[in-house]
């Protein structure tokens, strides 16, 4: 007798997770395809019903005007068509007989039951978000700061995209590793090194600014060279010219025969320059990290694998590329070539150093064959787009993107567009100057901050007995929240407008409109309870137009995850958001005399409530109680 009811609930748990995996939209698309396949007596497969949202909620959830198109095109009367569809059409329990309207548009209305059994099985602690059927490990890359130099605006674009990439992948189950590419090795590095020594400056007492002035200066050394090089480029050179090039350049390349030396030493292993490089990073490093704490990123020293972590398996990369033919000789360099294209890739100079392109190759096979990740993405600038072309392929070629187990890895550049000022140009500073992070940062946390402690003192404020200390808190996290909404909301590649006026305002698409609204039903929460228990009843149509919203969590997440687009999540947010406010205007809570209906609403409310905070968390941003 026992074993029936266990039976029966296990059935019940199979029929809930293949509910939860459906999209209701695509769902009624494919019945649709069904019909229309038999109707017209055509492959289901090639039909496109054409399912949009329905513009009036009062009507339909959904629209199909496939039968405009289908019936021309087949030789039939579209109302007729359309007549037909409706006639054998069967969409289960999730809608009742659909309508014909105008010219033969469909009209579809989902079950009143069917969406509040959907979303009271939503309603738990996962909030209806599946894991990824994919348990490989995945790699991103992000941050990627330079050693003696200032995180810029590239930087902070590459950690905001990164760290939300990788928290939407940990919210699917994947394991993530994020890693930081620092620029820590290698030429430039040697010659900031050999600037300081020579000058006689104290390491330990090293700030940021005198790295940056030697950095400054190796880069004046370097300069005529770097004319060099850049001429061989743009005259599209092959290896042999470039390098040709370079020897003429005989007395820059002189200059820079001290880094050189330190460079040698370093890669010797000699123990007091390695000390001494070691003190160029953790200066560094130690003003990124107070910066990546303001951020609320989950980027920290255990995420450092830098250049200089890959600096003994170069010339092991160089081999593998050489013993497999594929690394052919060039002017006393190895370049590997491809069939599509007369640039290749450059992985080791006649002088026998490696490149940017070197390291990135033994990073790869480090990635995907001891990391074991089948998805590496690099979230960097958009102006690298040929580097990881370059380098995916020659990957590729050598058939390193491939797991342990065989499986393949894909490799992706999430690339991303510029920050700009007012007059559309790269970010400056008025004196012409690269900004830096950190202004832009305590420039959101204040102007937050600001508009918090304006906002508590006005009458009835839930902020009104909060100390400074509180508020304060409260404003960082409006500033940060809109720094990162704002630039995780457009489509990555394109270049924005850095408009700080707009990203902190409370109204619009930004951070903090979304912020204030979920603080908004936290209060509501407050003063009614989550009624977790309550029964569920949705009928209304803002409270259907909510739910339908809210059942969508689950693929926009996991679209957002599968294009790498954050802005999808961030739309979506922002579009329950108001649905949310679209049904508080319309459908009373409190105030109801009605006692179910209140449980159920303030039941809904605290489901969206749950899921913006969970949504927001991915986009690393903050959700405060009360603002
Ligand atoms: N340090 C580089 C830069 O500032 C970015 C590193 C990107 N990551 C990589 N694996 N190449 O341009």
């Not at 997770?17 to 019945?31: A, L």
């Not at 010797?268 to 303001?294: H, N, P, R």
């Not at 140009?425 to 600001?450: Q, Y």
Request: proline letters at 3%.
């Amino acid at each position: 007798m026992r074993i029936i009811p266990l039976c029966q609930s296990v059935v019940q748990f199979v029929i809930v997770r293949v509910y939860m995996s459906i999209n209701i939209q695509q769902h009624i698309g494919d019945s649709l395809k069904t019909a229309f396949g038999s109707v017209l007596n055509i492959d289901p497969n090639e039909i496109d019903p054409v399912v949009r949202r329905a513009q009036n909620p009062e009507i339909a959830d959904f629209q199909a005007n496939g039968a405009m198109g289908l019936g021309k095109k087949h030789g039939h009367d579209p109302k007729e068509l359309a007549e037909k569809i409706v006639a054998v059409v069967d969409f289960g329990t999730f809608a009742d007989k659909p309508e014909v309207a105008g010219p033969g548009f469909i009209n579809i209305r989902i079950n009143n039951e069917t969406i509040t059994t959907l979303v009271e099985e939503m309603d738990c602690e996962n909030l209806g978000v599946e894991p990824d059927r994919d348990t490989h490990a995945v790699a991103i890359d992000l941050c990627g700061v330079n050693v003696a130099k200032q995180l810029h605006v590239g930087h902070l674009r590459s950690t905001i995209i990164g760290d939300s990439i990788a928290r939407m992948y940990e919210r699917v189950g994947r394991t993530v590793y994020r890693e930081n590419h620092l620029g820590d090795w290698g030429l430039p590095i040697a010659m900031v090194l050999e600037q300081l020594l020579s000058s006689g400056t104290n390491l330990d007492t090293l700030e940021l600014n005198d790295l940056n002035t030697a950095y400054k200066n190796a880069q004046l050394v370097a300069k005529d060279e770097l004319r060099g090089e850049k001429a061989a480029k743009n005259l599209q050179s092959g290896p042999h010219r470039f390098i040709e090039i370079e020897e003429q350049n005989a007395s820059a390349l002189e200059a820079q025969a001290a880094a050189k030396t330190v460079l040698n030493a370093l890669q010797q292993g000699d123990k007091k320059l390695l000390a001494d490089w070691q003190k160029l990073i953790d200066c560094t490093m130690g003003s990124v990290y107070k910066s990546l704490d303001l951020l609320h990123v989950k980027v920290g020293a255990e995420n450092n694998r830098g250049e200089s972590f890959y600096r003994d398996r170069l010339s092991g990369v160089v081999e593998s590329f050489v013993s497999s033919g594929l690394g052919e000789e060039d002017g006393g360099a190895i370049v590997v070539r491809f069939k599509d294209r007369e640039r290749p890739v450059l992985i080791q100079k006649s002088d026998g150093g490696f490149l940017y392109a070197t390291t990135d190759l033994a990073a790869i096979r480090f990635r995907t064959n001891e990391l074991k990740a089948d998805r590496v993405i690099y979230v960097v600038d958009a102006r690298q787009r040929d580097h990881f072309k370059d380098i995916f392929d020659a990957a590729r070629l050598i058939s390193w993107n491939q797991t342990p187990d065989g499986t393949e890895a894909e490799l992706v550049h999430v690339p991303f567009g510029s920050v700009l000022g007012d007059d559309n140009k790269p970010l400056k500073t008025r004196s012409g100057s690269n900004v830096t992070l950190d202004s832009l940062l305590h420039e959101a946390i204040e102007r937050g901050t600001s508009e918090v402690i304006k906002r508590s003192k006005e009458p009835n404020s839930p902020t009104s007995k909060m100390s400074d200390e509180e508020l304060k808190t409260i404003g960082r996290q409006i500033g940060i929240g809109a720094i990162k909404y704002a630039d995780l909301s457009n489509d990555l590649v394109r270049d924005y407008v850095f408009d700080m006026n707009r990203m902190v305002a409370f109204e619009g698409n930004t951070g903090p409109y979304i912020q204030y609204a979920c603080a908004r039903i936290s209060s509501l929460i407050r003063k009614g309870g989550e009624q977790a228990g309550a029964k569920l009843v949705i009928e209304e149509p803002q409270e259907r137009i909510l739910a339908l919203k809210l059942l969508q969590y689950n693929n926009v997440l996991h679209d957002s995850i599968k294009y790498l687009e954050p802005h999808r999540l961030c739309t979506w947010l922002y579009e329950l958001t108001d649905a949310f406010s679209a049904f508080y205007q319309s459908c009373p809570v409190l105030k109801l005399e009605d006692e179910l209906t209140k449980q159920s609403r303030l039941r809904l409310a605290n489901l969206t409530r749950r899921v913006i905070v969970d949504g927001l968390d991915m986009l690393g941003i903050e959700a405060p109680e009360q603002m």
